[in-house]
């Protein structure tokens, strides 16, 4: 019988470098910028705690409220649904609970974040499935939103 593994914390040093590389990459053109998101999560992501998770989140929402506000078209159409994602997968207060049927498609509940992007002139919201971003990192993975018929409130454990 495996025994139940316990996630280690992240070490201060280790909470050091994760803070000041967000900080770092989070408003950049580069790919190390783009990929820096995913590559947090699939590292990182189980072992911060609810409090460094947040800190993140709020960095991240300052340099997207930033972008916005210089209409920092660059960032917002390449780099912004990256660290939307990671904001809102930190954020649980973001996390909702869709009721999702269709013709292909059984009644079922899928816990998701939303993730905005900017496509030309415009800002969209999809919708990534928790886990699988959280195994993944990506944000390729979405609902269908003709499947979506109803969004609930989501009450973390």
């Known amino acids: 019988m495996k025994k139940d593994q316990k996630i280690k914390p992240l070490s201060s040093w280790e909470w050091d470098l994760t803070w000041s590389s967000l900080r770092y990459f ?3 053109y580069s790919i190390a910028s783009a990929m820096y998101p995913s590559d947090l999560v699939m590292n990182f992501g189980k072992r911060l705690s609810e409090e460094q998770k947040e800190q993140l989140s709020q960095e991240i929402q300052k340099q997207i409220e930033d972008s916005i506000r210089l209409q920092d078209n660059m960032w917002l159409t390449t780099d912004m649904e990256n660290w939307s994602a990671l904001r809102n997968y930190f954020d649980k207060s973001a996390w909702k609970q869709l009721e999702c049927e269709g013709v292909d498609v059984e009644k079922t509940t899928i816990l998701a974040f ?8 415009t800002m969209f919201t999809k919708w990534i499935p928790v886990d699988n971003y959280e195994n993944s990192g990506s944000t390729k993975t979405r609902v269908n939103e003709d499947y979506i018929k109803q969004i609930n409130q989501y009450e973390p454990k």
């Open 26 to 28: 989070c408003g950049r």
């Open 114 to 121: 939303p993730c905005e992007y900017k496509d030309k002139d």
